[in-house]
Nanobody, 115 residues
Framework: QVQFVESGGGSVQPGGSLRLSCANS????????MAWHRQAPGKQRELVAR???????LYADSVKGRFTISRDNAKNTVYLQMNSLKSEDTAIYYC?????????WGKGTLVTVSS
């Protein structure tokens, strides 16, 4: 299996938190830079956060200070801790390597932020 499997999405109220997970047992995970992307209804997919193999991170301005990306190479898993969620964070969230591989896209996990 080379496709990523995302999990942890759900419905939360504004200000709430979620922790997303993304795993892949088919690649040598530790050698890759990893990224979380999201696609909101009617919009293009956008990059939300990235983490390098050494652990350094970068975030989109829209999530900076609220989201935290991390990785556990032993578990072939990357995480996205999302705090202070806003309605505009509603989207399907995906992960992939950097640069993204077409054959690695999974089904994503849906996050809905609504009161």
């Amino acid at each position: 299996q080379v496709q990523f499997v995302e999990s942890g999405g759900g419905s939360v109220q504004p200000g709430g938190s979620l922790r997303l997970s993304c795993a892949n047992s088919g690649i040598i995970f530790s050698t890759y830079y990893m990224a979380w992307h999201r696609q909101a209804p009617g919009k293009q997919r956008e990059l939300v956060a990235r983490i390098m193999s050494g652990g350094s991170t970068l975030y989109a301005d829209s999530v900076k200070g609220r989201f935290t990306i991390s990785r556990d190479n032993a578990k072939n898993t990357v995480y996205l801790q999302m705090n202070s969620l806003k309605s505009e964070d509603t989207a399907i969230y995906y992960c992939n390597v950097i640069p993204a591989r077409t054959d690695y896209w999974g089904k994503g996990t849906l996050v809905t932020v609504s009161s």
